[in-house]
C-alpha cells in the first residue's frame, strides 16, 4: 500500500506587504523606526511577505484557526477534497491561538465539517512535517482512506507593536530597544497556512506526489534552546512563564517576546545539526543527487542559502542549484506552512513530471531538530 499527496492549497492572508511597507503594518515601537530593519532585511532577501492584519487599523484579520481552516477550505472549493467525507484532520502549527483546546479541534470546529479523527502536533517548522507523518502512517496502516494534513503560523500576533507596549512603558523616561535576537525574527516570520490531501490512490488525470518516506530527527538531547516564546533564557536553562510568581512581569519581561538566540544558531544550526542530520540521512536512505530531479529547501534566510548549498554537497547530496526550488523572497517565512507552500507553488507550476523525484528539507530551530521528504510524482 502506498500513501500520496492529491491536492495542496494555501492561504496568505490580505495583500502582499513590501519592505518599504512593513513597519506601516507592523508599528513602531515606542512610536520609534527600527534602527537594525533594513540590515536584517538584507540580509534575509525577503522582499514581501503577508501578514493577518488590516494595514488601515492595525487590527488582526484572521486567527491560525481561522488562516488554516481558509486554507482547507480551498482544497474543498478546488475539487480535491469531500470535507465531509475525511477520515483524519491533522493539523501542525508552532503559534496555536489557544492552550486548550488543540489547535486541530479550533479548525475542525471552523470547518464545521462531519465527525473525523483529529490530531495536534506542536513544534517550530517541524510541527506540519509531524502532521504529515501522522496521516501517512496511517493512510498505510489502513487506519485512514483520507486525510487532510495542515501547517500554519501567525507570528504577527506577536510582532505587532501593541504587544511590545508594557516593555516600552516599563523603561519609562528612556527609550525602549528590542533585543535584537527578538527583531531579528520580527522581520523575518510572515503569516500563512497551507493544506494537502493524503490518500491510498493517486488522483486521476493529474500529478500526484507518492510518500516514499518522511524522516525526523531531533537534536534536543546534545543541544540547548535555541528559539522560544514563553519563557525567558537564565543561563541557558529555560524559566517558564508558569514558573513566574509576578503575573504583571510576565509582558515586562518579555517571556512572550519570540527570541532567537543567535549565537546558538550560528554555532549549531548548519555545521551541527544540518550537517550530522543530511549525512545520516544520505547513508540510511541511500541518496543520490542524479537520482533527484528537485530539491526544496524550507530556508529561513537566504543568507543561509550557500552554507545549506555546500554542507549538503559535502555529506553527498550533490542537486545542482539549478534544481533547487524556494519561493522565500516573495512569499516569506511562513514557519510550519512555508513547505507546503513551496510543494504547492512547484506542482502547480506544471514543472513536475510524471517520476519526477522531490528531496524537501525542513530546518527547526527551536532545539534543532531537521525534517526530510521523499517524494515521487506520479501521472494517472
Not at 66 to 77: K, P
Not at 115 to 127: M, Q
Not at 273 to 291: D, P
Not at 316 to 321: M, R
Amino acid at each position: 500500500m502506498h500513501a500520496y499527496i492529491t491536492g495542496l492549497s494555501t492561504f496568505l492572508p490580505n495583500a502582499p506587504v513590501t519592505n518599504p511597507e512593513i513597519e506601516n503594518v507592523l508599528g513602531l515601537i515606542g512610536g520609534r523606526p527600527s534602527r537594525a530593519k533594513e540590515l536584517i532585511l538584507k540580509r534575509n532577501g525577503i522582499t514581501s511577505r503577508h501578514y493577518a492584519i488590516d494595514p488601515a487599523t492595525g487590527r488582526q484579520t484572521h486567527n491560525n484557526a481561522q488562516l488554516t481552516a481558509e486554507a482547507v477550505r480551498r482544497l474543498a472549493a478546488g475539487g480535491k477534497v469531500d470535507l465531509n467525507a475525511i477520515d483524519l484532520l491533522a493539523c501542525g502549527t508552532s503559534s496555536p491561538d489557544l492552550l486548550i483546546p488543540s489547535h486541530a479541534a479550533m479548525v475542525h470546529g471552523e470547518l464545521g465539517c462531519a465527525p473525523c479523527e483529529i490530531a495536534s502536533t506542536a513544534g517550530v517548522c517541524c510541527s506540519s512535517i509531524n502532521a504529515l507523518k501522522y496521516a501517512y502512517t496511517s493512510v498505510l496502516a489502513g487506519a485512514s482512506c483520507r486525510a487532510v494534513v495542515t501547517g500554519s503560523d501567525l507570528p504577527s500576533a506577536a510582532f505587532h507593536a501593541r504587544r511590545f507596549q508594557p516593555q516600552v512603558e516599563a523603561c519609562g523616561d528612556k527609550p525602549f530597544v528590542l533585543n535584537f535576537e527578538q527583531e531579528f525574527l520580527r522581520w523575518m516570520l510572515s503569516d500563512g497556512a497551507a493544506a494537502l490531501v493524503v490518500e491510498r490512490q493517486p488522483r486521476p488525470g493529474t500529478i500526484s506526489l507518492r510518500i516514499d518516506w518522511i524522516d525526523l530527527i531531533s537534536y534536543a538531547g546534545q543541544l540547548e534552546t535555541c528559539m522560544y516564546g514563553g519563557g525567558v533564557k537564565q543561563d541557558g536553562a529555560m524559566r517558564t512563564w508558569r514558573e513566574e510568581t509576578d503575573l504583571k512581569s510576565l509582558h515586562r519581561r518579555g517571556y512572550f517576546n519570540l527570541t532567537q538566540d543567535l549565537e546558538i544558531l550560528m554555532k549549531n544550526m548548519i555545521p551541527v545539526a544540518f550537517k550530522q542530520s543530511v549525512e545520516r540521512i544520505v547513508a540510511r536512505r541511500e541518496l543520490a543527487g542524479e537520482r533527484i530531479e528537485w530539491m526544496l529547501p524550507h530556508l529561513s534566510s537566504l543568507l543561509f542559502e550557500q552554507a545549506v548549498h555546500d554542507t549538503a554537497i559535502a555529506a553527498g547530496l550533490i542537486v545542482p542549484k539549478e534544481r533547487w526550488f524556494t519561493n522565500l523572497a516573495y512569499k516569506g517565512n511562513t514557519g510550519a506552512a512555508s513547505m507546503f507552500i513551496i510543494l504547492e507553488e512547484l506542482l502547480s507550476s506544471g514543472r513536475v513530471k510524471d517520476g519526477d523525484r522531490i528531496v524537501c528539507t525542513i530546518p527547526e530551530s527551536g532545539r534543532f531538530a531537521f525534517g526530510y521528504i521523499h517524494l515521487t510524482a506520479v501521472a494517472s
